[in-house]
């Protein structure tokens, strides 16, 4: 659907140096947008695209008026404190800014001087969510989280019999979504202890990350139109990473019958960069489960859906305690995973969003669910590593854990790469969990 | 929270006429708000306060510049094509502007030539939704529908433990959501019968409406600070009709274990008008459950949310087949019901929902859930009204139902009536099923 252009030329390098040092994230080839400002300034919040370790500011690039057409468009829409009215332009739109963008970064361009007036410092910069997020919906793509999780409830049964049909899904709450650097208070409800007579009220104890990717819808469908899995990702704008708190045991005691609910709105936070579609086409990679395991239902079913594949996105949790944080220590890897162990692509989950006539609106996020691979330390969430806090995980510094603690920071990172095309990264989503109040 | 003041005098009439005829839903106590402009029109779309047939075009009165103070900063909040700003102004603010209101559109008020001039006939009317709605929640307040529908499921074991301790809700899809007249297409999606080897795909069997009120957020909480249960009512702004559509074959198959998902985001429809907290205040009613049972947990707890009690709100559901349509037949009542029977108050939703710190924001819905009483009459979906569709409903003028048929239109009505206050109500919401696509 997004092909392979002059814009992935794995030789390409640009006039800011740093951007082509070996493991950037932010290499030529990858170009990923976010809202920001310079920091604790009272600057209005505007697009712009990571390069190296600079931001283009597309709002002075807007007005420097070098680009031209589509692309010059595209940056006026990029020069609101949201991306709405661009995810709202379309694939054509996206493609000539990142052509436009591409060109003019690259060594030699005689756009160069206009383009380094318009230079942030990423270091002096401060982000705000990418846009207004009308409806957030969470996914359930890990077959292997579906079935740890489901083995902990159901261990005769762990995979209900609709999962391989369909793509299980749930709305969530937009309104406690944030970004990178969301320190949240460690949510109160009820919970209710297995021998307990009664529930009561108190601060979660089985506190969790999930390591997500986020989906950010970009053209939207109208109220009773579905959109063919053909059609599927070209209304899709870009992928960043998402970390989806959630509360087991608040859970536990709420969710039946109607879903998650409280266990899941006090936080989820998302990385500031949005890694475009465009960017991810390089890196298309088989499935890791057989294809036809069992063959999906027609509208869930594409040639293209099946010879693209997954997307191979490698995924790292990290941790950083308070206490290794006081002492200077780097977070600490807990888990690795890889996008193509979704059951299901992202074309499948708009195709199947749809189905029914729902309307999915520009900015609309998608959480991919948990993302856990299929061993050990490849769980996507506490709950996994430390098989439902029976298993102690213990930190290079003796402390152990099984849930996350107070002043515990929780990272994702996420990178491609691959030897045809050039290493492109997400940047890094944390958060900190502050004590309850 | 709300008190009893001269807006609700028994005894007010209005210069508007229409407003103090017998019956009649938008007399001079009610006041309730929409956004509205006139049909087929390309005027902006502006508040308005309902008066007898005639809306009161709070744009047009904001630039009289009659009311003064808080009220009329209240009707400039109102001229906007949203109510949001004016929800978030507060308590405060709306009671200003109902008082003015209600001073202005009484008997022998010196505004009335100015007010006459800001008069739009609500048959040359047509609305909006009354505002953004960030987020959505369903809510599952009424212990009947829960112990029917659980019947369904479970024979032995019809409500689960959690019911009586928490008020179960889940996020709801809010792109979806329509004002009332909204005509959507019978949803397609994955559906499994149970004797099926394997899921197909088509058009829902089991299309159902749900009798709901929505009830409207006015001013918000920050993310991570919860609102206690005394100031919860001073963060509702009102209450409206709600018919949350719902495909009972989709959702069998979809719902575990995350939840209802495509079986609810098809279609939601809303009543055009939204009657205020401080209306309702007359119409308090004690509980139809006895108020310990159990005693509610200390943060859903508090001696004026006992002894205010639920709200009286007698809710009526009606259907015109097409046939009847055709016919210039009217409405049929297929169930009447009433609000005192959920089993919580609104309140206790807003207490539940920010316990852990989850943010609302001004012009949040929370749907109530099914509104059904103990009796089999009081069924608020056709899923009890036909015990799962194995009772067949038999029309007047012969035809008979199990589910929602196309070209079926379903109309909720509702109003508050007592001995010491006046008769308010709430119009009506309708929506049309076309068929499948």
Same mark, same amino acid.
């Given at each position: 659907?997004?092909?392979?252009? @002059? ?7 640009? !006039? ?76 054509? &739109? #996206? ?10 970064? /690259? ?38 989280? &579906? ?36 320190? =949240? ?23 969790? *990350? @999930? ?13 009773? +139109? ?8 070209? *209304? ?32 989820? /936070?998302?990385?500031? !960069? ?57 977070? @600490? ?14 074309? +499948? ?52 854990? /099984? ?7 929780? =990272?994702?990172?996420? #990178? ?22």
């Amino acid at each position: 659907m997004y092909s392979i252009n @002059e814009t992935h030329d794995i030789h390409l390098s640009s !006039w800011v140096t740093s951007a082509n040092q070996q493991g950037c994230d932010f290499g030529i080839q990858n170009l990923p947008f976010a809202i920001f400002r310079r920091k604790q300034s009272d600057e209005v919040f505007r697009g712009g695209v990571a390069i190296g370790d600079k931001i283009v500011d597309l709002k002075k690039l807007s007005e420097a008026h070098v680009l031209t057409d589509l692309a010059q468009k595209g940056a006026v829409a990029c020069a609101n404190s949201t991306l709405n009215e661009f995810m709202a332009m379309g694939k054509e &739109a #996206w493609g000539a800014l990142r052509l436009a963008l591409s060109k003019a970064l /690259t060594k030699g361009s005689k756009l160069e001087s206009a383009l380094k007036n318009c230079l942030v410092e990423q270091a002096d910069a401060e982000y705000n969510l990418p846009c207004t997020i009308g409806d957030y919906t969470d996914f359930y793509t890990s077959i292997h989280h &579906a079935t740890s999780v489901g083995k902990l409830f159901r261990p005769d049964n762990p995979l209900l019999p609709n999962y391989k049909w369909i793509p299980i899904g749930y709305h969530g709450r937009a309104s406690s979504i944030g970004v990178s650097g969301q320190n =949240f208070h460690r949510p109160v409800s009820q919970t209710k202890a297995p021998d307990a007579e009664q529930p009561s009220v108190g601060p979660c104890k089985r506190l969790d *990350h @999930e390591l997500e990717l986020g989906i950010f819808m970009g053209s939207g469908n109208e109220l009773g +139109q579905s959109v063919p899995i053909e059609e599927a990702e070209a *209304h899709i704008f870009g992928i960043c990473l998402f970390n989806d708190w959630s509360a087991r045991d608040i859970q536990a005691w709420e969710y039946q019958p109607l879903g998650p609910f409280l266990s899941k709105s006090f936080a989820s /936070t998302i990385s500031p !960069w949005i890694v475009t579609m465009e960017a991810l086409a390089p890196y298309r990679a088989a499935f890791s489960h057989p294809a036809d395991d069992p063959q999906p239902l027609a509208y869930l079913s594409s040639e293209q859906n099946s010879s693209q594949g997954a997307i191979d996105i490698d995924l790292e949790v990290l941790i950083q305690t308070q206490k290794m944080r006081e002492n200077g220590q780097a977070p @600490e890897s807990i888990a690795t995973s890889n996008f193509i162990h979704s059951y299901w692509t992202v074309a +499948q989950l708009v195709a199947h969003h749809t189905v029914n006539g729902c309307n999915l609106r520009p900015g609309d996020l998608l959480g991919s669910g948990t993302q856990s691979g299929p061993e050990p330390g490849e769980g996507g969430s506490m709950l996994e590593l430390s098989v439902g806090g029976k298993k102690t995980l213990t930190l290079s510094n003796g402390e152990t854990r /099984t849930f996350i603690e107070d002043g515990d920071s929780i =990272f994702i990172r996420g #990178w491609c790469a691959n030897e045809n095309a050039a290493r492109i990264g997400f940047g890094e989503v944390v958060s900190t969990v502050l004590p309850a109040r």
